[in-house]
């Protein structure tokens, strides 16, 4: 820079030396004030490019700054320039995108944990306030019927069970949900793992009357990394759910084992009442039940499918359900091979 600007020093020194030496007065001082003219304007329009590449940029990032300084976090700076300030006002323009996303995050994360507690304390009061009126029936009339007594333990114990059975599917929810749950994940040869699970359902089933028809459509034995126990557990709420809802009297349930590319595919459908297409997509958050006042004599928490979600997500798979009103529905659980 300093050799420059000697060398530019020194080329006017020669041409104004040139100048004195060829020319007169007059035609010096034009030649000057042109010089300084040219200089004015060389000088504005630097201004003008320096305003438009840093200063104008520079006060869009200081006003983005401002608004995220108040909690907006929906700010994107224009710039065109592909100069530094552009990759600051790019870098800028992500920083945002990022607390916009955490913020939504965040939000979501509260108004969850709102929603979470009010079910909690609805579906806690609901047997609580039962329980706290049978006692008192049974406390107040001194003389009422040994029959009568009886019935009303039953109710209390029946509500007694329900509660018991939110809390430990809540206090999993929220392992699973703070990722505190332990997993003993194994290298298990799926076929063998299905073919024992499904022998042990069906002996549960056919106590109960149910037909259970179970296919191995597998041609490989191949390894699913998995833990036995939660996953039994998370199709064990599925066939629950089959149990619950389906008819009294003539329910089949269906598995069957397939190969979808690098995924092993289990499915299990019913030939129960089936879910409406509106409700389908709800069915997996928690709490969702599609009859509120029928789940309630069924004791249902509406936490079933959400853990068996849970569970399926936790080993790199996942869960989807389809459904025909009338005739069924289909669960399907995809769990990816290893090596
Ligand atoms: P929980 O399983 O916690 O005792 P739940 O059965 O109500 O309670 P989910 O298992 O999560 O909760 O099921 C959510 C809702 O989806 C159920 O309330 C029920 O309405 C509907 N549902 C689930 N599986 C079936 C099924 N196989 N057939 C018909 N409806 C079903
Ligand atoms: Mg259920």
Not at 118 to 136: C, F, M, V, W
Not at 291 to 310: C, F, P, Q, V, Y
Request: hydrophobic letters at 45%; glycine letters at 6%.
């Amino acid at each position: 820079m300093h050799y420059f600007r000697s060398f530019a020093l020194l080329f006017i020194f020669l041409i104004l030396f040139l100048l004195f030496k060829l020319a007169d007065i007059k035609a010096i001082v034009i030649f000057i004030a042109a010089l300084l003219i040219a200089k004015e304007i060389v000088q504005v329009l630097f201004f003008l490019r320096l305003e438009k590449r840093v200063f104008q940029p520079i006060e869009a990032l200081k006003s983005g700054v401002d608004e995220i300084a108040k909690g907006n976090y929906n700010v994107n700076i224009k710039c065109e320039m592909r100069n530094e300030i552009g990759m600051l006002v790019v870098a800028f323009n992500e920083m945002a995108r990022k607390l916009e996303e955490g913020e939504r995050i965040k939000t979501e994360y509260e108004d969850n944990r709102k929603a979470l507690i009010a079910n909690i304390s609805h579906d806690l009061k609901t047997p609580i306030t039962s329980i706290q009126g049978y006692i008192e029936a049974i406390l107040d009339e001194d003389g009422i019927p040994q029959e009568n007594k009886k019935r009303y333990l039953q109710i209390i114990h029946h509500n007694i069970v329900y509660m018991n059975e939110l809390i430990d599917d809540l206090f999993l929810f929220a392992k699973l949900d703070m990722q505190k749950l332990h997993f003993q994940f194994e290298k298990v040869p799926i076929r063998a793992f299905m073919s024992d699970l499904t022998e042990e359902i069906g002996l549960e089933l056919e106590e109960r009357r149910v037909q259970f028809l179970y296919t191995d459509k597998m041609e490989q034995d191949l390894t699913v990394r998995l833990d036995g126990k939660r996953m039994h557990q998370a199709l064990m709420n599925i066939v629950g759910n089959a149990l619950k809802y389906g008819p009294e009297e003539g329910l089949v349930i269906k598995a069957e084992l397939s190969k979808q590319g690098d995924f092993a595919c289990f499915k299990l459908s019913d030939n129960g009442p089936g879910i409406p297409a509106d409700k389908l997509p709800k069915i997996f958050d928690r709490f969702y039940r599609i009859d509120k006042e029928r789940t309630k004599e069924l004791m249902s928490t509406g936490l079933g499918l959400a853990i068996a979600r849970e569970l399926v997500e936790a080993h790199g798979g996942s869960i989807a359900a389809s459904s025909e009103e009338g005739k069924g529905t289909c669960f399907t659980i995809t769990l990816p091979f290893t090596e």
